[in-house]
């Protein structure tokens, strides 16, 4: 199948470009799980939330987006078609409508890491709910640089809002990018920054495979369906492949940590969120990476 990774065209699955593997047979085994989100860097857990809900909490989405005049105005609104050079629509206001939060706030989810963290979990207010266009991607980075200022052990969770494949826009992760050696440096430098605090742009590369041609590791993903989640920790590189398709791809990132510690207080109810962009010019990327001895793409 032929896919975009960044703007980089490519075949999947394929050397470059791998296959994550699911960790539903470890479900029952709390200890398991650790061992492999260690090994890996995430978690793909097929099935977790109900799916009934999930393709509820689309229909009341992109019934929003219909009423926003984003969606093409002819076509089935379930297919989230957009018009021609669509872009992104604006999706804060949806976000908390209750169809929607009983996906990224569901029980499966709240059980899951009161399990997985060995007490109750707490989520964040904000929801980082994405309509992504046509031809958009997200760029390589660590979440730490957007959420770094509460707990060690905050956890994304990606989202499905939709059966999404490869060439629509999913989730990727650079196995390897949270313990190799060849990526101690990056984890020391741009792992460490704040976008708010040192006011940097927080993307490490828009060219994704950049990265494991330099310091290794190897990019995986795979088709997603409604119901399925995958987890990650703040030092796992990750992207999205571009959304080759005229439909826009739906989905959220949520974080949840131990409600015991601390969070970043930019996120929780009340939160500024970030205090920096639209307030002075970030600094470019390829300027940090010069300063932190890193080579500059
Ligand atoms: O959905 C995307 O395009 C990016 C998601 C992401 O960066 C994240 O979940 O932290």
New binding site residues.
């Given amino acids: 199948m032929n896919v975009r990774f960044g703007y980089r065209d490519m075949v999947y699955p394929s050397g470059a470009l791998g296959t994550l593997r699911d960790s539903n047979d470890l479900l029952a085994d709390m200890s398991a799980l650790h061992a492999r989100m260690a090994e890996d860097g995430y978690l793909l857990l097929r099935g977790l939330i109900e799916r009934e809900k999930v393709r509820q909490a689309r229909e009341t989405i992109l019934n929003y987006m219909h009423q926003q005049n984003v969606l093409t105005p002819n076509a089935p609104i379930f297919e989230g078609v957009m018009p021609k050079g669509g872009r992104g629509a604006k999706m804060r206001r949806i976000a908390h409508h209750p169809d929607v939060l009983d996906v990224l706030e569901a029980t499966a989810l709240f059980g899951f890491f009161a399990a997985y963290f060995g007490e109750p979990a707490l989520t964040f207010q904000y929801k ?1 709910l ?1 309509a ?1 266009g046509n031809e958009q ?2 760029g390589a ?1 660590y ?1 730490f640089v957007y959420m770094g200022q509460g707990s060690p052990k905050l956890h ?1 969770v ?1 989202i499905p809002l939709g059966d999404i494949a490869v060439e629509q ?1 999913v ?1 990727a992760i650079c196995r390897g990018s949270h313990t190799l050696s060849s990526f101690a440096r990056i984890r020391d430098t741009y792992g460490r920054m704040d976008v708010d605090r040192d006011g940097i742009d927080g993307w490490f590369t828009r060219d994704p495979m950049e990265i494991v041609e330099t310091f290794g590791g190897h990019w995986l993903t795979d088709a997603f369906f409604m119901g399925d989640v995958i987890l990650f920790g703040m030092h796992t590189m ?3 492949t571009t959304n080759l398709t005229d439909r826009f791809r739906l ?1 959220c ?1 949520v974080r949840f940590q131990p409600a015991s510690e601390p969070a970043d207080r930019r996120w929780v109810a009340g939160g500024p969120g970030h205090t920096v962009h639209g307030h002075k010019e970030l600094a470019s990327m390829e300027e940090a990476r010069a300063k932190w001895g890193l080579p500059v793409h």
Wanted: proline share 0%; aromatic share 18%; glycine share 6%.
């Fill in positions: 980082w994405r992504v991607y997200t980075h979440d994304t990606w826009g989730l990750h992207a999205s989905s990132d």
